[in-house]
Every structure is written in structure tokens, then in C-alpha cells.
């Protein structure tokens, strides 16, 4: 290798097992076996070897791409689907996030260029579940409709088309569906231990959680009797749990805009508390702009 040049930027945090967040200019620094895999993987499917990548590849593998379509593992071959970012060259700024024994969260950036990794470790090693990836573009090209009506949060504050299984799906779950349900819930429930930033098609990576709590009091101290619109919910969900961690793909019609598919991690602390770590919303760009009647049915 002739880069070699490595940036620590934050610091370990407890949880069921080692928190670290790692900026790399190189997906084999460190010696880290994830991130080596993470570049091996990405390669192969940047040269359309199939064979190398399934290697890599778990048996539920699915891709989003920056056109916000979902392609499995299949469909991806049979398409020769390549990635957005093919490799973490001296351009592109690498994160990483542990959570727990058994999930790794990897980001890749470059300019306006962002795509996470998920990999999770199964019996037979570490395998990349799910890739998500965004060409962000600073505004929209069409125009958002704001809701004059309220909205009550039904879906997903009340109920989902989804039915938890396990102990950590029904946590999972739980956590979201509290995060959902207002904006104090929401400052609970999302995580900033390492940073963590949502990116969006629209505009990017967000602002700090900081920030952004800052802007949603001000907007709501500035219309104090604005209609009260709820979450934007969600119409298909998968989960994977891990014990500690779950990894969540949603579809979600956000009110007046168009809908996205939301890529998540949510984990426990040493505590066992429940909260969002990472979050991408990479919308569907053939979507109409959607939005609700009103007189929604009261789901329970």
C-alpha cells in the first residue's frame, strides 16, 4: 500500500461489545478484517466477478441503489449492477461503527457520493447484508405539498405491516415506534455517541443531532399552531436481529413528498436501552409526491 494514512475520530463507548467509529483512507488499514472484506467485496462487484463477491455476500444480501431501487442478490448479478463508489481510493473518506459482536456499519463518501455497508457476522463469518447507496443533490426538482390538515401518527406510532418475532425485534420496534411519536421522544431515542449523521437524497448528510433538535424547536416555537403531522409510515418492513443490534429496511411515503427507503441500525447500550444509530433515506426517484386524506382510520 502507498497510502497508509489513518484518522481516528472518536472514542470507544460501551455497549454489548466495542463501539468504535474510524475515519480510513483505506479499507485494509488497521488490519481489520471487516474492512478488509468490505474492499474485497466492493472490488469484485466493481468488476462484475460475481463469484468473488458471493463469497462475501449473505444469503439475504439486498442493494439499494442510488436510483432507489431495491435489487436482491439475484436481481443484482442478472443487472451486473455496479457500485457508486467502486473503491475507497485517496478521495473517499471511510467510517466505521461496530455495534455490538456481530454488526458493522461502513460508510464510504465521496463528494456528493455516500453509501453504507451493513455486515453482520454469521456462523460462517462476516457477510455483507445490505448496501444502500445516495447521489445527493442539495433540492428537490419538484415541490413539496405541506399538509394544511392534521395527521395523526397511526402508522408507525400505533401500528405497522409488520409482526415482531423475537425479544430484540419487538425492542426494536418499540424503540422506533417511541422515537416516532414526538420530538423530545425523538432526542431520546436517537443516538450521537459517535457522530452519527442521517444522509438523505435530498441534501446529503444531515446536520448534527444537535442541530437538527435546535431547528425542529425553533420551526415549532415559529408556528406554534401549525397542524400537527405525524411520522411518515410505513407501508413494508424486514428486520434482522442480532441478539444486540437489528438491522431494519423499511419503505416509507413521507406526507407531501415522495417516499424512501430507510436503511437502519438500531442497538442497545450497556444499559439496555434501545436507540436509532444509523439511518439512510434513500428515496424512490420514479415515486409520485405522495400525501393523506384526511379522516385517517385509528389503527391500534
Known amino acids: 500500500m502507498n497510502r497508509t494514512t489513518t484518522k481516528f475520530f472518536a472514542s470507544a463507548v460501551a455497549c454489548a461489545g466495542l463501539m468504535t467509529s474510524v475515519g480510513i483512507a483505506s479499507a485494509a488499514a488497521a488490519g481489520d478484517p471487516v474492512l478488509a472484506a468490505d474492499r474485497a467485496a466492493f472490488a469484485a462487484l466493481s468488476k ?4 468473488a463477491a458471493n463469497k462475501w455476500l449473505d444469503p439475504d444480501f439486498n442493494w439499494v441503489d442510488a436510483e432507489g431501487i431495491m435489487w436482491l442478490k439475484s436481481d443484482a448479478f442478472r443487472a451486473n449492477i455496479k457500485p457508486l463508489i467502486a473503491a475507497p481510493t485517496a478521495d473517499v473518506k471511510v467510517i466505521e461503527h461496530k455495534y455490538g ?9 465521496q463528494g456528493d457520493k455516500y453509501s453504507a455497508h451493513f455486515w453482520v457476522k454469521r456462523p460462517g463469518g462476516w ?10 443533490v442539495p433540492k428537490r426538482d419538484f415541490t ?9 401518527c397511526n402508522n408507525p406510532c400505533k401500528a405497522v405491516p409488520y409482526k415482531p418475532l423475537t425479544e430484540g425485534e419487538k425492542a426494536s420496534l418499540e424503540e422506533w415506534q417511541d422515537q416516532e411519536s414526538g420530538m423530545e421522544r425523538w432526542a431520546v431515542r ?3 455517541d459517535q457522530d452519527q449523521r442521517v444522509v438523505s437524497t435530498y441534501g446529503g448528510a444531515s446536520p448534527s443531532k444537535a442541530d437538527r433538535l435546535a431547528g425542529m424547536r425553533k420551526r415549532a416555537a415559529a408556528m406554534p399552531n401549525a397542524p400537527k403531522v405525524g411520522a411518515a409510515p410505513a407501508l413494508w418492513i424486514r428486520t434482522w436481529d442480532f441478539g444486540d443490534t437489528v438491522v431494519m429496511v423499511s419503505v416509507q411515503p413521507t ?3 415522495k417516499p424512501y427507503w430507510s436503511s437502519r441500525v438500531l442497538s442497545k447500550d450497556a444499559k439496555g436501552f434501545w436507540q436509532m444509530r444509523e439511518s439512510y433515506h434513500n428515496f424512490i426517484l420514479a415515486a409520485p409526491v405522495m400525501t393523506a386524506v384526511q379522516n385517517q382510520p385509528n389503527l391500534k
Open 48 to 51: 462484475g466477478d460475481h463469484a
Open 101 to 109: 459482536a456481530s454488526v458493522v456499519w461502513i460508510q464510504w463518501s
Open 127 to 136: 457477510k455483507l447484508l445490505h448496501a444502500t447507496e445516495i447521489a445527493a
Open 144 to 152: 413539496v405539498v405541506e399538509p394544511t390538515y392534521e395527521i395523526p
Open 190 to 192: 436517537v443516538a450521537d
Open 255 to 257: 406526507y407531501g413528498d
